[in-house]
C-alpha cells in the first residue's frame, strides 16, 4: 500500500510540474531534466513510470476522457431519441473547469491534438448511434453525419477553449445546444 501512494505523489508531483512548465514554456520545449528537477523527482524514477514527457500528458487526457465519458453516460447525452447538446457542451466545460488555465494553454499551444481528437471521436460516434437508432440512413450517410457535426462542434469548442469568442460556458451550451437542435430533423 505505502509503494502504492509513493507512485501516486511521484506521478502527482511530476504532473503538477508539467503544468507548471506549460504556464512558461511551449511543451516541446520541456525536458525530462528540467521536468524532474522542478517536480524534485529523481530521473531514473521518471524512467520507472514514464518513457517520454509525452506520456504525463496521455495519462492526464486520458483521465479526463474517462471522467467525460462517465459523465455523458450519467447525463444521457446520447439517448435514441435524442442527442442533448447543451448537456454535452455542459459537461466538456465543467471537465475543463477543473483547471481551465491549463486546458487553454494546451489548446494555444498544440498539445491539444491528441485530446480533441478523442473528444471529437467519442461525438462522432455518439451522433452515428443516434442517427443509426433512427433506421433512416445508411451506412455511409451515418459516417458523413457523425463527422459533420462532431468536427463542426469540436472546431467551435476549441475556439472558445483558445480565448477567441468571448462568453461564458453555459451561454457556449446554450448556444451550441440550440445551433446543433437541428440535427435530429434529418
Same mark, same amino acid.
Given at each position: 500500500? %505505502?509503494?502504492?501512494?509513493?507512485?501516486?505523489?511521484?506521478?502527482? %508531483?511530476?504532473?503538477?510540474?508539467?503544468?507548471?512548465?506549460?504556464?512558461?514554456?511551449?511543451?516541446?520545449?520541456? @525536458? !525530462? $531534466?528540467?521536468?524532474?528537477?522542478?517536480?524534485?523527482?529523481?530521473?531514473? $524514477?521518471?524512467?520507472?513510470?514514464? #518513457?517520454? !514527457?509525452?506520456?504525463?500528458?496521455?495519462?492526464?487526457?486520458?483521465? @479526463?476522457?474517462?471522467?467525460?465519458?462517465?459523465?455523458?453516460?450519467?447525463?444521457?447525452?446520447?439517448?435514441?431519441?435524442?442527442?442533448?447538446?447543451?448537456?454535452?457542451?455542459?459537461?466538456?466545460?465543467?471537465?475543463?473547469?477543473?483547471?481551465?488555465?491549463?486546458?487553454?494553454?494546451?489548446?494555444?499551444?498544440?498539445?491539444? $491534438?491528441?485530446?480533441?481528437?478523442?473528444?471529437?471521436?467519442?461525438?462522432?460516434?455518439?451522433?452515428?448511434?443516434?442517427?443509426?437508432? #433512427?433506421? !433512416?440512413?445508411?451506412?455511409?450517410?451515418?459516417?458523413?453525419?457523425?463527422?459533420?457535426?462532431?468536427?463542426?462542434?469540436?472546431?467551435?469548442?476549441?475556439?472558445?477553449?483558445?480565448?477567441?469568442?468571448?462568453?461564458?460556458?453555459?451561454?457556449?451550451?446554450?448556444?451550441?445546444?440550440?445551433?446543433?437542435?437541428?440535427?435530429? @430533423?434529418?
Amino acid at each position: 500500500m %505505502a509503494a502504492d501512494r509513493r507512485v501516486t505523489r511521484t506521478k502527482a %508531483a511530476l504532473t503538477a510540474a508539467l503544468f507548471e512548465l506549460l504556464g512558461e514554456k511551449d511543451f516541446s520545449k520541456i @525536458s !525530462v $531534466t528540467e521536468l524532474t528537477r522542478r517536480a524534485d523527482v529523481d530521473r531514473k $524514477t521518471f524512467y520507472l513510470h514514464y #518513457q517520454t !514527457v509525452d506520456e504525463i500528458l496521455e495519462e492526464f487526457y486520458e483521465d @479526463s476522457l474517462r471522467a467525460l465519458r462517465e459523465s455523458i453516460d450519467r447525463e444521457g447525452i446520447f439517448r435514441t431519441e435524442s442527442v442533448d447538446m447543451t448537456a454535452f457542451f455542459r459537461v466538456l466545460c465543467e471537465l475543463a473547469n477543473r483547471d481551465m488555465p491549463l486546458f487553454r494553454r494546451l489548446a494555444r499551444g498544440g498539445g491539444y $491534438t491528441y485530446y480533441m481528437e478523442r473528444v471529437r471521436t467519442l461525438l462522432r460516434d455518439g451522433i452515428e448511434n443516434f442517427y443509426r437508432g #433512427q433506421g !433512416v440512413h445508411s451506412e455511409p450517410e451515418l459516417r458523413l453525419l457523425g463527422e459533420f457535426y462532431a468536427a463542426a462542434i469540436m472546431r467551435v469548442y476549441l475556439i472558445w477553449l483558445k480565448g477567441e469568442a468571448d462568453m461564458d460556458e453555459a451561454r457556449l451550451a446554450e448556444l451550441m445546444g440550440k445551433a446543433a437542435g437541428g440535427a435530429a @430533423s434529418l
